[in-house]
């Protein structure tokens, strides 16, 4: 079902940095849900621009952040959270008083240490992260639909301007996301269990894999059951995101590791010993996190993960 259209703008002029696959999809859902007047969209890569320019994703295309952001009410960072902090300090002094700063990044605590000092005297820092993605980057990737029904968790820093609050609100809203507030060291202890450790250990069992390769002569590709498949998906995302995310959250990411390698080494216990019921009652509540899942509408219920199957072949009449 398609969002109805903002009855009025969020915002006049929105600035969006980066243009990748959470950038060109904010560009889009703004555009076609009329969240904005105009869109100004900012990225170094000449080759990035060139490709924002031809898809027709923004009013105007520049790569000097600077100038980009004046006159913007809203600026959205949408750049890896390693470089969070010297992409603040290139727009200080350049955005207009009572606009607002915002940002996309996974980890928050550390975005928020490196941006803060570089505020702009009036500018509001509203910090946010879209739970939403895919395994694609680049401007091509995004779509206006990405953030529907996903969630989009808003650490506003203590005493941040309610309008400010409410001006991010709205526009996740407009896309479709559902706010959710919460600190940022708490946030980033739920995304370390919820998503930065799961990435880091897809990216550790598909590394395992490579090594393996050798060994097995290919089999470990071509004989890919669902698991590993999986895997793979969530390992082929954006390796300098992923590095920056474990770089700026291993606090919290150390802590679900450790936890993690106890449950693991009580794991190997039961299957060593024949424990069939410890294994039997982990996988029951496992199970039902699965389900939990599902039924907040995150995920499909469908087989095989609601991955399309090609029809099957019509058999000859004999």
Known sequence: ???ARAAEPVVSRLAIVGLGLIGSSIARGARQ???C??????????AVRARVRDLGLADSVTGDAAEGVENADLVILCVPVGAAGAVAQALHGHMKPGSVLSD????KGA?????TPHLSEGVAFVPAHPVAGTEYSGPDAGF????????????????ADEAAVERVRALWQGLGAIVETMSAEHHDLVLAITSHVPHLIAYNIVGTAADLETVTQSEVIKFSAGGFRDFTRIAASDPTMWRDVFLNNKDAVL???GRFNEDLAALARAIRWGDGDALHDLFTRTRAIRRGIVALGQETAEPDFGRARPAPEPHESR
């Open 111 to 115: 975005v928020v240490a490196a941006v």
């Open 144 to 159: 206006s639909t990405l953030f529907s029904g996903r969630w989009c968790i808003l650490t506003p820093p203590e005493g």
């Open 33 to 35: 849900f009329g969240l």
């Open 1 to 3: 079902m398609a969002e």
């Open 37 to 46: 007047r105009s869109i100004v969209a900012i990225d170094r890569d000449e």
């Open 255 to 257: 802590e679900m590791l």
């Open 104 to 107: 996309v990044g996974s980890v």
